[in-house]
């Protein structure tokens, strides 16, 4: 571990100083090339410091999977970068070469992924694939990785024992844990989780959430927390940014974002996900569809399902469905992508 | 209370889990002793996690399965073993069945015509040249527009709410007293999930339907349902009407529920819960005793040896717990199996 | 019954049923036009129906091209010519003619192979789809009879069968390849059915109502029609080559031209030592054609069978942007 982290206050109002672990610079992913090219990802702007928990969701599509794989820089052609930088630590890692990103890999981020479950090998023990990873990064003998691999399954609250076990004798929220302790095997300075906890039920889900988030303030690690669920995000991330058809659209800390929302997009998911508690009223959510990647609408990506773009403002109708939005700094620590949020409060 | 649209009785359904043919075989209790009733114009939420038995009570309701045992009430009749393709054929021309996932439910060589056009013409609903018209007044129902062009379209080309809404129009050709709803908004993007369920709650208001809403949202449940059945390892833990329920459950697993669910409401704060481990899946040959037993902070010793029966503590309001709907406390909710 | 009764929407059902054009019975004929112009709009699909045509026709009209004596007999005074305008594709050490035997050859080969790979096919597609959708003990009875074929090795059967009884008749030999060869299909029929059985959309037809019979050929083969056209064309092709590996043994019918004959001469006088290159050039070129014509129509089956395949880009795209504010 290169520095030892406090753990951060709640929800910090401004984002952390100093050079941040990863930083997306107008990042753009491409599908495809040519005329048939798709942008996945289009100019998007991130940052995350040391310890900090970020929440980046969208819908299925909207490219906040294609993100983390950048970062990752794991994107498998037909996928590749079309623009924009990744930093880490303030250097390029368009600039690395491929040993350099093997390196990179898993020691200075890691990721837990979707399907993580089942990105075990089925025939391998447990304890066999810790070693075999560990031992691709470092020069360790067996022995040592296996002891290594023990105390991080205790530390994610499985039994020591269970690096003898095959795959298919644990559970699911097992094999996510399995997946997490590997995940922190060389103590990344990052851990992105894309969906991790989605095909895992409510009481699980929640208790693997409650062990991240302890081992998170342990050791000090960021985290990048990918998810369509906002709500789970409000808890769990100290900021927040939600990303529309392969834009950033709105960020801030999780209680401003819960408190005051000011993309309508944002808002309209906010109106998606009904209450557990007190009055219920019905709810519209948001009309339509998000847009095929391949002909995003003009303008604003939001305006063809936006409440505030309506023909009866020509003025406002005519810039947001030509002009494209770009963040602005509303408040501190709370940027939005929208022509008509400075105006309604 | 009103007329039961439909009814079932210590419905149970196992499962085989071995393929031995001699000797004693072993069966997973998918669904164990489960008796509710579904009423018109009310929505029932069955809510559980993945394994605990709630689509396998779907699948029996829409007669997907036969049961093991137990009967299903449909206008006093039993017709849980009643095979008559002609006793079948009306059945499900009253209840019909909302599926998971829309991607996998509509046929993919076939346009969405022939998926509405189908229930209407085997049950003879409409007159052989009025099935375009229907065909159409289905599709405007569920919001898609314009329907000529919707019809001749494949399934691929339409997005998921867009499937799960051709897929209810479906459901609808045979004007059902009953519909199942097995997860109907899980697979679908998160902006256009309330949609579906305000169509759904369009339909209980205009058409007096009687739902049965499957999910393990407890928000969404909610939001949509007026009665709430909590299912856990095969069996009903909880019944009552959902306000009531998840102000003051009775039950531990329904409060272990609540706790773990996220709530947008309730701010930032995170709530710690504490959980012991264990499966809320059904068991194989489970043995007498609360199944909930293992993960219980309440645990009293009768409740590893006697399994509790549904009592309703509360009016309206029934848990399976020895503990906070100890049998003294009120009357069995049903008659017991035996 | 109301819900037997066909309905329009039941045409292009029908009609890719029929996997190729070559088994389509008469009570379908009135549909062929439906499927033909799906098939017809698809280059490749256009272009393997026009190479085999040009077959079927060249095996027609053979008497009109060449004498069958010629494609049989022996005329030492002819042999060994390279191609030439007498004998366009040159002549055999025997002195027969090879142009002679190959479009004589494709009556027989042609007949044969399109028998055996429908009888396979349909024997295949009704055990292998219809058990494995039932399930149960009837599942678990065919799969034992399907394993019990599956080792049965074709030409060792022949040969037992030929010699056993003094036949070496076309229609002993489609059976027999038929009845070998079924299983093979109808194991990876029989796959695909247990996967799409379990898929929700024959659940859902099942909760509409459907017949058994009307879910399994209404439902559930209709997305099976490129895998089931697969399995005939594989069946087509091998009993083309079991033909030649027969006569190779000698125990075809050597007096009868086919593919296969020409291919065992060729064989027989080392002609590809010789250099005669033209007497199993031309045969293997009506075999490989043959094949290749089917090939093609297979993956346009494929194609316009699936409409995400026979969609445009551009059709859905519009699609998707009129559709996108109906949500």
Not at chain 3, 280 to 297: E, H, N, S, Y
Request: proline fraction near 6%; charged fraction near 20%.
């Amino acid at each position: 571990m290169t520095e030892v982290i406090e753990p951060m206050p709640a929800a910090p109002a401004i984002p952390a100083p100093g050079v941040p672990i990863i930083e997306l610079r107008q990042l753009a992913v491409e599908y495809g090339a040519g005329d048939r090219s798709v942008r996945a990802v289009d100019g998007v702007d991130l940052a995350v410091h040391a310890g900090e928990v970020v929440g980046l969701a969208g819908e299925s599509g909207c490219g906040k999977s294609t993100v983390a794989n950048a970062i990752m820089q794991i994107l498998r052609p037909p996928a590749r970068i079309a623009g924009g930088s990744i930093l880490f630590r303030g250097e390029d890692l368009v600039d690395k070469g491929r040993e350099e990103l093997r390196r990179y890999r898993w020691r200075n981020v890691a990721m837990v992924f979707q399907s993580a479950m089942s990105s075990l090998n089925p025939v391998m023990r447990v304890g066999d694939q810790f070693v075999d990873m560990m031992r691709a990064h470092e020069p360790v003998s067996r022995n040592a990785a296996l002891a290594r691999a023990e105390e991080l399954l205790g530390v994610v609250g499985i039994d020591r024992r269970r690096v003898r076990a095959f795959p298919h004798e644990l559970s699911g929220g097992m094999r996510q844990r399995v997946i997490i302790a590997m995940a922190l095997a060389l103590e990344p300075q990052l851990l992105i989780m894309d969906e991790p906890t989605t095909a895992l039920d409510v009481v699980v889900q929640r208790e693997i959430l409650q062990q991240v988030q302890d081992l998170q303030r342990e050791f000090g690690f960021a985290i990048l927390f990918i998810t369509h669920d906002l709500s789970l995000l409000i808890e769990f991330a100290d900021r927040i940014a939600i990303m529309y058809a392969g834009e950033i659209v709105e960020t801030a800390p999780s209680a401003r974002l819960q408190a005051s929302p000011r993309h309508p997009y944002t808002r309209g998911l906010m109106e998606s996900f009904p209450p557990l508690t007190g009055p219920l009223r019905r709810l519209v959510g948001i009309p339509g569809a998000p847009p095929d990647l391949s002909a995003v609408p003009p303008g604003c990506r939001f305006h063809p399902r936006c409440p505030l773009c309506v023909p009866e403002q020509p003025v406002m109708f005519a810039r947001q469905t030509t002009e494209r939005p770009v963040l602005r700094e509303l408040e501190p620590g709370h940027f939005v992508a929208c022509h008509a949020a400075g105006a309604s409060t | 209370m009103s007329e039961a649209a439909l009814e079932v009785r210590h419905l149970e359904k196992r499962f085989a889990a071995d393929a031995r043919f001699v000797g004693r075989r072993s069966y997973v209790h998918a669904v164990d002793d489960v008796s509710f009733m579904l009423r018109p114009g009310t929505i029932t939420a069955l809510v559980g996690e993945s394994g605990s038995g709630k689509s396998t009570v779907a699948r029996l309701l829409a007669r997907l399965y036969a049961p093991t045992a137990g009967s299903v009430i449909y206008r006093g009749k039993d017709v849980a073993r009643d095979k008559s393709r002609r006793s079948v054929l009306r059945y499900r021309s009253q209840v019909q069945m909302i599926f998971q996932d829309p991607f996998g439910s509509l046929n993919p060589v076939k346009t969405i015509r022939h998926h509405l056009e189908r229930p209407l013409r085997i049950h003879g609903i409409v007159e052989r040249d009025e099935v375009e018209d229907r065909v159409h007044e289905l599709l405007r129902t569920v919001g898609l527009v314009p329907p000529g062009h919707v019809a001749d379209k494949y399934p691929h080309e339409l997005s998921g709410g867009q499937r799960q809404r051709v897929a209810i129009a479906r459901t609808l050709a045979v004007e059902p007293v009953v519909l199942l709803a097995d997860e109907p908004t899980s697979m679908l993007d998160v902006s256009i999930r309330i949609g579906i369920l305000n169509l759904m709650l369009k339909l209980k208001e205009e058409r007096d339907i009687a739902f049965l809403y499957v999910t393990h949202d407890l928000a969404s449940a909610r939001y949509l349902a007026d009665d709430i059945l909590v299912m856990y390892a095969g069996q009903i833990v909880e019944q009552g009407p959902i306000e009531q329920v998840l102000a003051d459950p009775l039950h531990p697993y329904t409060k272990l529920l609540l706790s773990a669910a996220a709530d947008p409401e309730a701010g930032v704060e995170t709530k710690r819960i504490e959980v012991r481990k264990g499966l809320a899946s059904a068991a194989v040959d489970p043995p007498d005793g609360c199944r909930f037993v293992g993960r219980c902070p309440l645990a009293i010793d009768v409740c590893s040896r006697v399994t509790p029966a549904l009592v309703e503590a509360h009016p309206g309001q029934a848990a399976r717990c020895h503990v906070t709907a100890p049998a003294s406390a009120g009357i069995a909710a049903v008659p017991s199996t035996s | 019954m109301s819900q037997l009764l066909p309905t329009p929407i039941d045409l292009p059902q029908a009609v890719e049923l029929a996997p190729l054009g070559v088994r389509v019975d008469r009570r379908r004929r009135r549909f062929v036009p439906g499927w033909l112009r799906l098939l017809l709009g698809n280059p490749k699909g256009r272009i393997g129906i026009l190479m085999i045509v040009g077959m079927v026709v060249l095996g027609l009209i053979a008497p009109l091209l060449a004498s069958r004596s010629s494609a049989v007999d022996f005329s030492l005074l002819d042999a060994r010519q390279a191609p030439s305008w007498h004998h366009l594709f040159g002549t055999t050490d025997q002195g027969v003619d090879v142009f002679a035997q190959v479009v004589w050859g494709a009556r027989r080969s042609l007949l044969l192979g399109a028998a055996a790979g429908a009888l396979a096919t349909v024997i295949a597609t009704i055990l292998g789809v219809f058990a494995a959708y039932v399930g149960g003990i009837v599942d678990d009875l065919v799969n034992l009879v399907t394993n019990v074929f599956f080792v049965i090795p074709t030409i060792p059967l022949l040969i037992d069968i030929t010699a056993f009884l003094h036949t070496r008749g076309m229609l002993v030999m489609i059976l027999v390849i038929a009845a070998t060869l079924w299983a093979f299909e109808a194991r990876i029929l029989r796959a695909q059915a247990l996967t799409l059985k379990n898929r929700d959309f024959i659940a859902a037809s099942r909760v509409a109502g459907e017949s058994t019979r009307r879910i399994v050929f209404g439902e559930l083969m209709p997305n099976m029609v490129s895998r089931i056209a697969a399995a005939f064309v594989l069946v087509f092709y091998v009993a083309i080559l079991v033909d030649a590996g027969l006569e190779f043994l000698g125990l075809g019918a050597m007096d009868k031209p086919s593919w296969g004959v020409a291919l065992y001469w060729a064989t027989v006088n080392s002609s590809m030592l010789q250099g005669e290159w033209w007497s199993f050039v031309f045969p293997g070129l009506a075999i490989g054609v043959t094949v290749l014509a089917l090939t093609l129509i297979l993956a346009g089956i494929d194609e316009v069978s699936n409409p995400r395949l026979r969609a445009t880009r551009v059709r859905r795209h519009l699609a998707r942007r009129a559709l996108g504010r109906a949500v």
